[in-house]
């Protein structure tokens, strides 16, 4: 019984001391029930939908962020080992001489190179193909692309400088690699090949190229202009450094697994 009354008693006091405290809060409450019943009804309801709306934009950009894309696309022309690169990423497995694909190749994979010697998120790779009437799939895995591997056969280069400067220029004028600025990485592959061009040169060539492509296609009328976007500075040679979104040059070599460079790019493109 004694211990029962102690506890009665502490009781007491803790209500004895909340009780200023409750008598405040009675106050403070009574006092923003004045001030709200003051505002106008119209700018009362305003700032309670401006209030839900910043909490929505809020929500929803956590939520964006949360759901970033794990997608990269690896693209470019027919036989520049597009293919065995997808291999090489997804499990180290190599595929001698030239794999022509008809249909995209998708594999979820964990990258682990030894360059990083640290694992990433799952990354969802997309080989797709390089032939000219089957481009217009890439523009399926675009919209959630979170980087482009642009591939370039480092050692048939030169024959096919055009054509891939006239397929590159055309990713990098869509809308929807632009507004997104997704990054690009330029892989020059086969350079375990002696007669290889280096990254530099194929950089150099393929800016050259972009700019002629640039003004030629700059004199066509508007209405003739199927890319969304231009490329470069006015009145200025063209770089890749004047795009919008990021544009990178590395070196690999798919049948040799000289992936390192390739693997950092895609860790890049989707780390959280």
């Not at 894309?69 to 065995?84: C, E, F, P, R």
């Not at 929807?176 to 150099?204: G, M, Q």
């Amino acid at each position: 019984m004694e211990g029962l009354e102690q506890w009665k008693d502490q009781l007491e006091q803790l209500k004895s001391q909340l009780e200023p405290w409750k008598n405040q809060l009675e106050k403070c409450l009574h006092e923003v029930i004045e001030y709200l019943n003051q505002i106008p009804p119209v700018q009362l309801y305003a700032a309670i939908a401006v209030l839900l709306i910043s909490t929505l934009l809020l929500l929803s950009i956590r939520l964006f962020k949360r759901a970033k894309s794990n997608t990269v696309i690896l693209t470019g022309l027919s036989g520049s080992g597009k293919t065995v690169l997808f291999y090489q990423l997804r499990d180290g497995s190599v595929h001698q001489g030239t794999i022509t694909s008809m249909e995209p190749n998708e594999s979820t994979i964990v990258l682990n190179s030894d360059s990083n010697k640290r694992k990433s998120k799952p990354v969802h790779i997309v080989d797709v193909p390089g032939h000219s009437r089957l481009r217009p799939k890439l523009d399926e895995f675009l919209p959630r692309a979170a980087g482009i591997v642009f591939v370039v056969d480092s050692l048939e280069f030169l024959p096919n400088c055009h054509l891939a400067s006239e397929y590159l220029y055309d990713i990098l004028t869509k809308a929807s690699v632009v507004k997104k600025k997704i990054p690009v990485l330029i892989c020059c592959n086969k350079n375990d090949k002696v007669t290889a061009h280096t990254k530099e040169f194929i950089r150099k060539q393929m800016e050259k190229e972009i700019d002629k492509l640039r003004a030629s296609r700059s004199a066509i009328s508007a209405a003739d202009i199927s890319n969304d976007f231009t490329l470069g500075v006015p009145e200025e040679p063209f770089t890749f450094s004047q795009c919008r979104n990021k544009v990178t040059v590395a070196e690999s070599s798919g049948l040799t697994g000289e992936v390192g460079q390739v693997e950092q790019f895609i860790w890049e493109c989707v780390k959280p």
